[in-house]
């Protein structure tokens, strides 16, 4: 019988301390996160120096259970698998250094992983049968970008964000809204309570031809309305506002993804990332897709946000295309994918 190939897998590049084991790159024996959200909400947003410190912390601890779950030990490991960026730099040093010394003490093989990579891959996490090629969205908080996938490892960026991502962006008008953090799937929340045509809002097209994205604008336009309401004494239906702010971003992030998927001639469309767990843009993106017979594929929303799953299913298609990382592996907070 032949042995199965087991990856193990360390994601720290923010504010998510994880590990998972994955075997044969579809099977997921183990995938555990412990989230600091509790302690950086009274900040309003990740302290990069507290965030590497509760890594330092929770990194053994979530291995060693995460080996637990799975039920195997160190000598069952085919591969280690470890975000090495982008991300924060001290966050990602935590991760880097716990994979390049357990790789080192079990002589096991390195494999060096682009967080963005992983939330494309959470894509194949129990779906081996995707077929190439693909146009990717991916949507988070630092990254928000259109990328054509011709095979495995092989990405030609076709637009980016040029300012905001839309997480981000999502995230600062939550807080301008003093809606708390994580601003995002509070925002989301609220706006499902609202009218989306309640108030005109601009979209940023860029252009006919153009696939990047610019949400700066609009942020601007929310903190504007909001500061015109409380100058003359008005108040903001805020539930309103968050819908209406929603629609902008998602019919833009839509409709620059079935272009791009029309014009590159593909027939499957990917949805990656954090944002990739907004149920409006999930289901407009679906709608849309329908009407242009594409196929639509997104992970489950536990995949979507930052886990250690998608960081082994990228390192497992790394390694099986013969890549290695050396003991110089170091964190890269603006690693490039594409």
């Not at 049968?129 to 011709?150: D, K, N, R, W, Y």
């Not at 790394?318 to 994918?337: F, S």
Request: charged share 20%.
């Amino acid at each position: 019988m032949q042995k199965r190939e087991i990856i193990l897998a360390i994601e720290t590049s923010c504010d998510e301390t994880a590990a998972a084991v994955l075997a044969d790159g579809q099977d997921i024996l183990a995938n555990v996160v412990a989230s600091q959200i509790k302690i950086h909400q009274k900040y309003g947003g990740v302290v990069p120096e507290i965030a590497s410190r509760h890594h330092l912390e929770q990194v053994n601890l979530v291995v060693d259970l995460a080996l637990q779950e799975a039920g195997i030990t160190f000598d069952d490991l085919t591969a280690i698998a470890v975000t090495y960026g982008p991300g924060l730099v001290g966050a990602l040093l935590v991760g880097v250094s716990t994979a390049k010394a357990l790789a080192y003490a079990l002589k096991l093989p390195l494999v060096g992983v682009n967080h963005i990579e992983g939330h494309i891959y959470a894509n194949w996490l129990g779906n081996d049968s995707i077929l190439f090629p693909v146009v990717c969205l991916v949507v988070s908080g630092g990254h928000t970008a259109l990328v054509e996938m011709q095979g495995h490892g092989r990405y030609r960026l076709l637009g980016q964000t040029l300012d905001d991502a839309a997480g981000e962006a999502y995230d600062k008008v939550a807080r301008a809204m003093g809606l708390g953090y994580p601003g995002g799937p509070l925002l989301e929340s609220l706006a499902k309570e609202g009218d989306e045509k309640a108030i005109a809002l601009p979209r940023a097209w860029l252009g006919d031809d153009n696939y990047d994205f610019s949400f700066s604008g609009l942020k601007s336009a929310v903190l504007n309305y909001l500061n015109r309401a409380a100058q003359k004494g008005e108040e903001v239906n805020k539930a309103d506002l968050a819908a209406s702010f929603q629609a902008s971003v998602v019919e833009v992030l839509v409709e620059k993804t079935v272009k791009a998927a029309r014009v590159q001639g593909v027939k499957t469309v990917l949805l990656a990332g954090g944002v990739a767990a907004n149920s409006s843009l999930r289901k407009y993106l679906h709608e849309r897709c329908s009407e242009e017979n594409l196929e639509l594929l997104y992970p489950p929303f536990h995949y979507c946000t930052d886990n250690a799953a998608m960081i082994a299913c990228a390192g497992y298609y790394r390694y099986k295309m013969g890549e290695r990382a050396d003991w110089y592996l170091n964190a890269v907070p603006n690693l490039k994918l594409y």
